[in-house]
């Protein structure tokens, strides 16, 4: 394994609420202050989470701003989604293939694997 691989592993296994927070803005495209008025949680206090301290969040502030960015709170927290009960196996394996290895991925580079399947399904 690359050091290059490795580093990057490394840095999305040390992702946190902070990061996947920022991150998901960042992808959305929403200002604090919309995710604030969406949310119900102040602007002050969500940049309390994005600050280099990086304040936890209570459940319901998480659940609150989970349910305003249209993510899981799982999500927010490890960076991944949660396990859905759609019976993989009864995919075809190279299907099986991309699903295991898009879960892998974060939100936005899944949202690149999407377009790049749509632009190909549409050649």
């Known amino acids: 394994m690359s050091i290059t ?3 990057i592993l490394s840095y999305f296994k040390y992702m946190g609420f902070r990061e996947n927070l920022k991150s998901q803005l960042e ?8 995710l604030a008025a969406s949310s119900g949680i102040k602007a002050k206090t969500i940049d309390s989470y994005l600050g280099n301290r990086g304040h936890s969040p209570s459940v319901e502030a998480a659940v609150s ?27 075809p394996k190279d299907v099986q293939d991309i699903v295991l290895e898009s879960k892998q991925l974060n939100m936005k580079d899944r949202y690149v694997i999407l377009n790049l399947a749509r632009l190909l399904n549409n050649r």
Request: proline fraction near 5%.
């Open 27 to 34: 992808y959305s495209g929403m200002l604090i202050k919309e």
């Open 5 to 7: 691989r490795v580093l």
């Open 65 to 91: 701003i989970a349910n305003a960015l249209g993510v899981s709170v799982e999500y927010l927290v490890t960076g991944k989604e949660p396990a859905k009960n759609t019976p993989l196996s009864s995919l």
